[in-house]
């Protein structure tokens, strides 16, 4: 239960970011430089963001102009940086 809570949780942010940056969930792909599909998956909660490579979070929130700790909770980008230093 409070993992599917936390996920929705992420999927609204990134949806409630996208559609205040004024973007379609295309329109954020291409800036992203991830497939429409991809970042329609995050945002329905079929894929979990917090799992997506560092460079794609890190295109992700340079598309959305906010920062990663917007998208995923502090724990969850501790473990992204560690997996990425490796």
């Given at each position: 239960m409070e993992i599917?809570?936390?996920?929705?949780?992420?999927?609204?942010?990134?949806?409630?970011?996208?559609?205040?940056?004024?973007?379609?969930?295309?329109?954020?792909a291409k800036l992203a430089g991830v497939g429409v599909r991809v970042y329609q998956n995050y945002e329905q909660g079929v894929r979990d963001v917090s799992k997506a490579?560092?460079?794609?979070?890190?295109?992700?929130?340079?598309?959305?102009?906010?920062?990663?700790?917007?998208?995923?909770?502090?724990?969850e980008t501790a473990e992204l940086l560690r997996e990425y230093e490796q």
């Open positions: 599917t809570v936390k996920i929705e949780k992420r999927n609204d942010n990134l949806k409630e970011r996208r559609q205040a940056a004024g973007l379609s969930q295309s329109q954020l490579q560092l460079s794609t979070l890190l295109r992700i929130c340079k598309a959305l102009n906010c920062k990663l700790s917007d998208i995923v909770t502090d724990e």
